[in-house]
Nanobody, 116 residues
Framework: QVQLVESGGGLVQPEGSLRLSCTAS????????MGWYRQAPGKERGLVAR???????TYADSVKGRFTISRENARNTVYLQMNSLKPEGTAVYYC??????????WGQGTQVTISS
């Protein structure tokens, strides 16, 4: 069974920074896509950023230039460096992975609150 362990959420002031990390385990086949989605109250879950095994990256338009996604394949870990955070970015952030053969998995979510 694939398991995801997320860390790094919390409360930060506007224009502050946070770094999220997510480590995946439980698949001998490895992971194709790794990334982050977020869901604010009353809204649908949407893509923040994702990175494939070859290093190809997709960002939501709203975070381009402020967020940086990276991955450490040897540790099956994906990171999201978030800078210049805005209050509208307050949401639960979910780690997502697509495991080869096994399919898609989600983390339990970590709360990010941006407020003064």
């Amino acid at each position: 069974q694939v398991q995801l362990v997320e860390s790094g959420g919390g409360l930060v002031q506007p224009e502050g920074s946070l770094r999220l990390s997510c480590t995946a385990s439980g698949s001998i086949f490895g992971f194709d896509l790794m990334g982050w989605y977020r869901q604010a109250p009353g809204k649908e879950r949407g893509l923040v950023a994702r990175i494939d095994s070859g290093g190809g990256i997709t960002y939501a338009d709203s975070v381009k230039g402020r967020f940086t996604i990276s991955r450490e394949n040897a540790r099956n870990t994906v990171y999201l460096q978030m800078n210049s955070l805005k209050p509208e970015g307050t949401a639960v952030y979910y780690c997502y992975v697509r495991a080869y053969v096994k399919g898609d998995y989600w983390g339990q979510g970590t709360q990010v609150t941006i407020s003064s």
